[in-house]
């Protein structure tokens, strides 16, 4: 079954400081990986797209590496603004034929002023 | 504007009663995804349209649950005899193509609270 592990479940940093957020991920065979962000009471939105031969991608502050050998991601968010306070999914697609791709629950990011 | 609309935003209603929630997907886009998300959790994936037909609905968790999408445009979500634990915010998403990773540009949801 494919499934999307994110981890922390829940952070809570500093406003300007750094922060990793994790993904694994067991959808084979594998398309692609999305991050997307989601604002309370917003739908998510796309940050960043890795497919198999990218290691890393930077959106601004927002950088996500790819291990598609041991199947993990991360995302990693630069000098922290309060606005970054969101949750952050990811999401992988396979190739298998399915038009469906598998999220993963979200880490929930609070930044403090 | 060009993004993907739904209404109504917050819909509350008693157990038992039906519900219709609607989509307007942007404009061009083929495939239309409905989703289910309840607090804390990721979207749930309910059934994906590609043009007027439901490709999958394999997402949909009993009969009660159906939707259309009758001119490959706006879709409605419709629930029968709504439950309790159907409370959830209902997510729309429209892409092109739809194929495998396409990005998928999200609605804001509507929020459906049971009573």
């Known amino acids: 079954k494919n499934q999307v592990e994110q981890s922390p479940q829940s952070l809570i940093i500093l406003e300007g400081k750094n922060c990793t957020l994790q993904c694994n991920y067991t959808v084979s065979p594998f398309s692609n990986l999305r991050w997307y962000k989601q604002d309370t009471g917003r739908g998510p939105v796309s940050l960043t797209i890795m497919t198999f031969s990218e290691n890393t991608k930077s959106n601004g502050r927002y950088t996500a590496t790819l291990d598609a050998d041991t199947k993990q991601s991360s995302l990693h968010i630069t000098a922290s603004q309060l606005s970054d306070s969101a949750s952050y999914i990811c999401?992988?697609?396979?190739?298998?034929?399915?038009?469906?791709?598998?999220f993963g629950r979200g880490t929930s990011l609070i930044v403090h002023p | 504007g060009a993004g993907v609309s739904q209404t109504p935003s917050n819909k509350v209603t008693e157990k038992g009663k039906y519900v219709e929630l609607r989509c307007d997907p942007i404009s061009g886009h083929t495939a239309l995804y409905w989703y289910r998300q309840s607090l804390g959790q990721g979207p749930e994936f309910l059934i994906y349209?590609?043009?007027?037909?439901?490709?999958?609905d394999s997402g949909l968790p009993n009969d009660r649950f159906f939707a259309v999408r009758p001119e490959g445009s706006v879709s409605t979500l419709k629930i029968q005899r709504t439950e309790r634990g159907d409370s959830a915010v209902y997510l729309c998403?429209?892409?092109?193509?739809?194929?495998?990773?396409?990005?998928?540009?999200f609605g804001p949801g509507t929020r459906l609270t049971v009573l």
């Open positions: 999401v992988v697609s396979g190739t298998g034929g399915s038009y469906i791709p598998t």
């Open positions: 998403a429209s892409s092109l193509p739809g194929l495998a990773g396409d990005e998928q540009f």
């Open positions: 349209f590609q043009g007027t037909g439901a490709a999958d």
